[in-house]
């Protein structure tokens, strides 16, 4: 049911967005130019990782208001 995913938070510089041509609170759908960008935001930053996806954002809204 819906469509899980994997949600990364982090802060960065406005240089790493630039460099991943990224624009600050973008979603996107990783594409092979993104790859390095994993290793280089976990050695580099404070990462949180939260599961995500559209259905599962809602069911955290609801458990949370409930």
């Known amino acids: 049911m819906g469509n899980p995913l994997l949600d990364i938070m982090v802060n ?8 991943y041509n ?6 996107i759908i990783a594409e092979d130019a993104h790859v390095p ?4 935001l976990i050695e580099n930053y404070p990462v949180e990782f939260v ?4 259905t599962q954002n ?3 809204v609801v458990q949370v208001r409930s």
């Open 51 to 54: 599961a995500g996806g559209a």
């Open 22 to 27: 990224l624009k600050p609170n973008d979603a």
């Open 58 to 60: 809602v069911l955290r």
């Open 37 to 40: 960008m994993y290793q280089e």
């Open 12 to 19: 960065v510089e406005d240089s790493f967005l630039a460099k």
